[in-house]
């Protein structure tokens, strides 16, 4: 069988795609190649992401940034950052469309080339130990569900992480030793989460 051709991969996101308070190498979309790599070879790895982005500073971010006009796979983990400075949702879901259509144009339109994971709840974290966390929880699901609605229009891959973020709520290896982000651990089961919906993506 011949081998695929290498790879190019774009994130997209804010902290959980930087990876805070963790190494390079245990960022999510680092640990996904990781996973995948035995299949497929990646050539390339941009990551346009910080710590503290909402949706719009992000896309200013993108548009400021020389990027290669072309990339097999672009995944989005956006929105916390929204809900955290209590943004509304309606203003939430134009910039999410703006993102999906801008994801999309690094993968020449293709937005089954686009993989969106959901937003994490910050809200199983030591910072937020006194925070109404039933509340963060309750915003963090209402921000998730017009980005799988916006996904759904599309038929843009969506997979869901929300889950999986607050399976380990007394799990102290899960958390960065910041008390708010989550460690390289949990990045790992995200990238797990995302691995096969990454290599369907990459071998159409």
């Not at 795609?17 to 035995?38: D, M, N, P, Y």
């Not at 910041?178 to 071998?203: C, N, P, R, V």
Request: proline share 3%; with cysteine; charged share 25%.
């Amino acid at each position: 069988m011949d081998k695929i051709p290498s790879k190019k991969i774009l994130a997209l996101g804010d902290s959980y795609t930087i990876g805070e308070s963790v190494l390079e190498s245990e960022r999510w979309s680092a640990q996904l190649i990781e996973f995948i790599k035995k299949d497929i070879s990646i050539s390339k790895h941009d990551i346009v992401a910080q710590t503290g982005w909402t949706t719009f500073e992000l896309q200013d971010a993108i548009a400021s940034r020389k990027l290669d006009k072309h990339y097999d796979l672009v995944t989005l983990l956006i929105g916390v950052n929204n809900q955290y400075r209590g943004l509304s949702k309606e203003e939430f879901r134009k910039d999410f469309q703006q993102l999906l259509q801008t994801a999309a144009n690094f993968t020449s339109g293709n937005f089954q080339h686009v993989m969106v994971l959901s937003i994490p709840d910050w809200g199983v974290s030591p910072f937020a130990s006194n925070r109404d966390k039933a509340q963060i929880a309750k915003e963090i699901d209402a921000f998730n569900s017009v980005v799988k609605e916006e996904c759904q229009k599309l038929h843009v891959p969506f997979v869901d992480i929300t889950p999986i973020s607050r399976a380990y709520p007394n799990d102290a290896t899960m958390i960065a030793e910041d008390g708010l982000h989550f460690s390289g651990k949990m990045y790992a089961l995200w990238a797990k989460a995302a691995q096969e919906e990454a290599l369907k993506i990459l071998t159409k």
